[in-house]
C-alpha cells in the first residue's frame, strides 16, 4: 500500500501538483499515508504569512521580560503560579477575582476586519493565520463546543472568525488560516483525561475534535495550525482521522495545508509541513517544507503593555530572518498581537508596512523561489541565496544583508558564464563584474545617491547564467 502513494505522488509532484490531478488519491487514517500528499504549491510559493494572537489574554495585556509570554497568563497565574504575574494581579485587582472576568473586557470596539485585512496585504503576505482559540480555551466565534465561553456570548458579543474570514476571503487576495489549541489548561475534562494518563478521552471526543471540524465546516479556511499538542499522544486527540478526512472529504481538501503539531512526539516529524518549536531557523536547508513561526516583540505572541520599543525586533532583524528562512526553504510566520479593543497599534503597522515596502522592491526574488546550491555564501557571512526558473531561464538572487564597503561585492559561490548579467533590484542597468577563479565573482558597485537607494534595508543581485 505505501508503495502505491509514494508512485502517486511522485506522479502529482511531477505534474507540477494541482489539486485536480489528484482528486483519486485516498489518504488512511495514518502518517505513511497522510505524509505521502505533496503539499499544495500555492504554500511553498507564498514565503510570507501573518499570525494574529487575540484572545481573553489581550485585556491583561502584561508579561514580564525573561521567558514568559503574555498568551499564557492564564497559565502563570492560575495552573502554575509565577510571581510576577501573582503579583500583578495582587497589586491591579480584587482578591475574588477569576480569570473568566477578563472576558467582559474583551470589548474589541476597535475592531474592524476590513482594516485588519488591508493592512496584512499591504505587508507583501500571502497568507494569515488567526487564533480561533487559544489554549486559555475562549472561542473568537460561536461555537457550539464552547458554551458562554466564546466571543458571541461574552465580551465582543460578535463571531470575530466570521467577520475576518469574510474580510480576507472577499476583499483581499490572502488566504485565511485558522489556529486552533488542542488542549487547554483549566478545563476539568481535560484535566481528569490527563490525571488518567489519557487512557479517556472525554475532553478530545466532546470538546477540542468537535471544535476542528466546526471551524473547517464552516469558514473553510486553507490553513489549519494546530498546537496545544505536547501531552498527550496523537491517538488521544484521533489525529490522523482528523487530519485524513481534512485531505480526503473536507470542503477544503483540494488546497488545505495544515502543520505538523498533532501529538507528543509527532511535531517536525507528521504532517503537511513542519514548525518543530517555536521560531524554528535552522540556518540550513532542509528536506521538507518548514514554516518559522515567529514575534516581532520578542517575548510575547499576545500584546504587551508593559512592552518597551526596544521588545521589538528592528526591521533589519526582520528582514534578515526572512531571508535566511526562505532561502533553506521555508515560509515565515510573522506575529502581530492586537489590543483588547481590536487594534493592531502603530509598532506592529510599521513593521508590516515596511516589509511590503521591501517586497515591492526584492519580491522577485522572495515568492515562488526556491532554495540554491548555496544557502549562505562561501565568502561573505552577509549574503543568503535563492533561485527561480522563468520560461526555461534560471535566476540566483544575492541577498545582501549588509551594504558592500569600498565599491565592490564579493561573492564565493556563484560560477559566472561567458553570458552572465548582474543587476540590483530597484536599480536599472547592470552591473560590472569580474570573474575569479576557481569561482567566485567580484561585482562593481555603482554609486548611488542615498534618495535613489531601492530601498532601506538588504539589497538584491540578481544573477543569470550562473553555471553551479
Known amino acids: 500500500m505505501a508503495l502505491v502513494y509514494g508512485r502517486i505522488t511522485l506522479l502529482c509532484f511531477l505534474l507540477v501538483w494541482t489539486p485536480s490531478l489528484c482528486l483519486g488519491v485516498h489518504y488512511e487514517p495514518n502518517w505513511e499515508s497522510i505524509d505521502s500528499r505533496p503539499l499544495p504549491s500555492w504554500y511553498d510559493e507564498a514565503k510570507l504569512g501573518i499570525f494574529i494572537h487575540w484572545g481573553?489574554?489581550?485585556?491583561p495585556s502584561f508579561s514580564p521580560d525573561g521567558g514568559y509570554l503574555g498568551e499564557w497568563f492564564p497559565y502563570y497565574w492560575k495552573f502554575h503560579p509565577a510571581k510576577p504575574f501573582v503579583d500583578f494581579m495582587a497589586k491591579n485587582y480584587p482578591p475574588d477575582f477569576n480569570y473568566g472576568d477578563f472576558a467582559s473586557m474583551f470589548t474589541a470596539e476597535f475592531f474592524e476586519a476590513q482594516q485588519w485585512a488591508e493592512m496584512f496585504e499591504a505587508s507583501g503576505a500571502k497568507y494569515i493565520v488567526f487564533t480561533s482559540k487559544h489554549c486559555e480555551g475562549f472561542a473568537n466565534w460561536p461555537?457550539?463546543?464552547?458554551?458562554?465561553?466564546?466571543?458571541?456570548?461574552?465580551?465582543?458579543?460578535r463571531d470575530i472568525v466570521g467577520e475576518l474570514a469574510d474580510a480576507i476571503k472577499n476583499h483581499t487576495s490572502l488566504r485565511f488560516g485558522?489556529?486552533?489549541?488542542l488542549y487547554e489548561w483549566l478545563n476539568p475534562l481535560y484535566l481528569r483525561d490527563k490525571a488518567n494518563n489519557f487512557t479517556t478521552q472525554d475532553f478530545a471526543r466532546s470538546k477540542t475534535v468537535p471544535e476542528l471540524y466546526e471551524i473547517v465546516n464552516r469558514y473553510q479556511p486553507d490553513i489549519v495550525w494546530s498546537d496545544g499538542d505536547w501531552e498527550a499522544p496523537d491517538t488521544y486527540w484521533n489525529s490522523t482521522n482528523f487530519v485524513a478526512w481534512l485531505y480526503n472529504d473536507s470542503p477544503v481538501k483540494d488546497h488545505v495545508v495544515t502543520n505538523d503539531r498533532y501529538g507528543k512526539g509527532v511535531t517536525c516529524h507528521h504532517?503537511?509541513?513542519?514548525?518543530?518549536?517555536?521560531?524554528?531557523?535552522?540556518g540550513t536547508k532542509q528536506n521538507r517544507k518548514f514554516e518559522n513561526a515567529m514575534t516581532i516583540d520578542r517575548y510575547s505572541w499576545g500584546y504587551r503593555r508593559n512592552a518597551n520599543l526596544s521588545d521589538y525586533l528592528t526591521m533589519e532583524e526582520l528582514i534578515s530572518t526572512f531571508i535566511i528562512t526562505v532561502s533553506c526553504g521555508g515560509n515565515m510566520l510573522m506575529n502581530v498581537g492586537p489590543t483588547k479593543y481590536g487594534i493592531i497599534t502603530p509598532i506592529f503597522e510599521e513593521r508590516l508596512r515596511s516589509m511590503g515596502e521591501w517586497l515591492q522592491v526584492n519580491g522577485e526574488g522572495i515568492y515562488s523561489s526556491r532554495p540554491w546550491t548555496y544557502q549562505n555564501d562561501t565568502e561573505n557571512p552577509n549574503v543568503w541565496y535563492t533561485a527561480k526558473s522563468v520560461t526555461g531561464q534560471r535566476f540566483v538572487y544575492a541577498f545582501v544583508l549588509k551594504w558592500p564597503a569600498g565599491g565592490a561585492l564579493t561573492l564565493g559561490a556563484p560560477i559566472p558564464g561567458s553570458t552572465s548579467t548582474v543587476s540590483l533590484l530597484g536599480y536599472e542597468g547592470y552591473l560590472d563584474y569580474k570573474k575569479t577563479d576557481p569561482q567566485g565573482m567580484v561585482i562593481t558597485i555603482p554609486t548611488i545617491g542615498f534618495?535613489?537607494?531601492p530601498c532601506q534595508w538588504a539589497w538584491t543581485f540578481k544573477l543569470t547564467s550562473i553555471e553551479n
Open 143 to 157: 461555537s457550539k463546543y464552547s458554551f458562554n465561553w466564546n466571543a458571541m456570548d461574552v465580551g465582543p458579543n
Open 56 to 59: 481573553v489574554f489581550s485585556v
Open 451 to 453: 534618495m535613489d537607494m
Open 178 to 181: 485558522l489556529y486552533h489549541c
Open 271 to 282: 504532517g503537511g509541513y513542519l514548525t518543530c518549536k517555536d521560531r524554528y531557523n535552522p
